[in-house]
């Protein structure tokens, strides 16, 4: 019996259909039945059998967008923010959509921002670096001078020493952008600050350095030289293109690992010194208080810490029961994150998760989980564990060591508490 062409197309396609369900992975016959139901609509579906607008005509030229912006239908992937937070949006900030995005690298109009006295708009031909103190050639640079030190290119995250601090005292805001959202990992191009104090000759008695801005809250930190010689960067590039002005355009610090003050953006002025220099932003502020009353200070390093972006709270499941990609993002100050696994049962039992993507020091790492929803409710939370041995504690075993008035440094499990119809929401597992 002969085959018609037709006949002998839907052949081979039954054949590979046979040969796909009964053979490897289980998941990938999970996968292709869901897909084979998803095909199997009653109805013809309006989207696959008319033509639609964008079949239809042609579109913008290349010279209509110079500089590239996102598609509109992403129009609602922005940073936001909370405005109870803080009193004045000059001295506030917003939060990355962590929910709303995948691999590790955040693109430069997401990376949130922090600001102390609102953002300077500087321009890079008038701006200058000194260094000065215990130095023995007192310098400034000009943009120009700093383009012509030997440049590296290092991967880090930036995160806010209060990133999930509202935490600390329960669950509070309803979604990881603001939970979590204090962060981002970018690409920095710049120049090690090793090169810049090895040209002005730091003295022998030299032993910090303080970093200044040059925007009107003049934010400054000290910062021990061991650091500001091990990693550092004076950066001018993010993700290969200049700072953005929110992001310390024309340079900024980079302290890899450590606290986000620290960066010190629009930076004007390295002063060496043989002593910390016990200002606002390392006294009053950026310190942890401890239920005796006493404060932790210089607390520079941020702790292994991670969380699930969806499900989450600003992104339900919306496909009901069934093949489930859990996705998260993990980090940690003092190097990379070798493992991170996963409960959906509020930890009582865990999984470990599969990492994705580069995995570099003092950088996020994505991880997945595959798994079938049966749709009942799930608690769902990420334990990340560093190359180091450390492990990301639950938020009890963090108050037991700090006490409930802290508002820095929490690193703790984050908990989603997802529905059986999809919604989930920020709770606290006790």
Not at 124 to 130: S, V, Y
Not at 268 to 291: A, C, F, M, N
């Amino acid at each position: 019996m002969s085959l018609s062409h037709r006949d002998d197309q839907k052949e081979v396609v039954n054949v590979g259909r046979r040969r796909l369900l009964t053979s490897g992975a289980a998941g990938g016959a999970t996968l292709l039945a869901s897909a084979t139901n998803a095909l199997s609509a009653s109805k013809p579906d309006p989207a696959i059998t008319e033509i639609q607008d964008w079949n239809r005509y042609t579109g913008d030229g290349v010279d209509a967008r110079p500089y590239g912006t996102p598609s509109a239908f992403e129009k609602d992937v922005v940073r936001r923010n909370v405005p109870w937070l803080t009193a004045d949006p000059i001295a506030s900030v917003n939060f990355t959509p962590l929910h709303e995005l995948d691999g590790i690298i955040t693109p430069n109009g997401l990376c949130f921002e922090r600001h102390h006295g609102g953002i300077a708009e500087i321009d890079p031909a008038e701006h200058r670096l000194m260094i000065n103190g215990l130095v023995e050639r007192p310098l400034v640079f000009t943009m120009e001078d700093l383009m012509r030190f030997p440049r590296v290119n290092r991967v880090y995250f930036l995160e806010c020493a209060a990133n999930t601090g509202m935490e600390w005292r329960g669950a509070q805001l309803n979604g990881c952008q603001f939970t979590h959202g204090m962060i981002h990992n970018v690409m920095y191009t710049g120049v090690p600050l090793r090169l810049l104090l090895e040209e002005a000759g730091v003295k022998t008695a030299g032993k910090w350095v303080l970093p200044e801005g040059a925007d009107a809250s003049h934010m400054t930190r000290s910062i021990p030289l061991e650091k500001a010689l091990d990693d550092c960067i004076v950066a001018f590039k993010m993700n290969g293109e200049a700072l953005r002005p929110e992001q310390g355009y024309p340079v900024r610090l980079v302290v890899p690992g450590w606290e986000g003050n620290m960066w010190v953006k629009w930076l004007r002025r390295i002063e060496v010194g043989d002593q910390p220099w016990h200002h606002r932003e390392e006294t009053s502020k950026y310190t942890d208080l401890l239920e005796s009353g006493k404060a932790r200070r210089f607390t520079w390093e941020m702790d292994v810490k991670s969380v699930i972006t969806n499900p989450s709270p600003q992104a339900p499941l919306t496909h009901g029961s069934g093949h489930t990609v859990l996705s998260g993002v993990a980090w940690s100050g003092s190097g990379k994150v070798k493992r991170v696994d996963v409960s959906i049962d509020g930890g009582r039992n865990w999984q470990t998760s599969r990492l994705d993507g580069p995995s570099l020091s003092k950088s996020m790492h994505r991880f997945y989980f595959d798994f079938d929803w049966d749709g009942s409710e799930m608690f769902l939370q990420s334990r990340a564990m560093d190359e180091n041995g450390q492990v990301q504690p639950t938020k009890n075993q963090l108050r037991e060591a700090r006490g409930p008035n802290s508002v820095y440094h929490n690193n703790s499990i984050q908990t989603w508490h997802v529905k059986p119809d999809g919604s989930a929401e920020n709770v606290e597992i006790s």
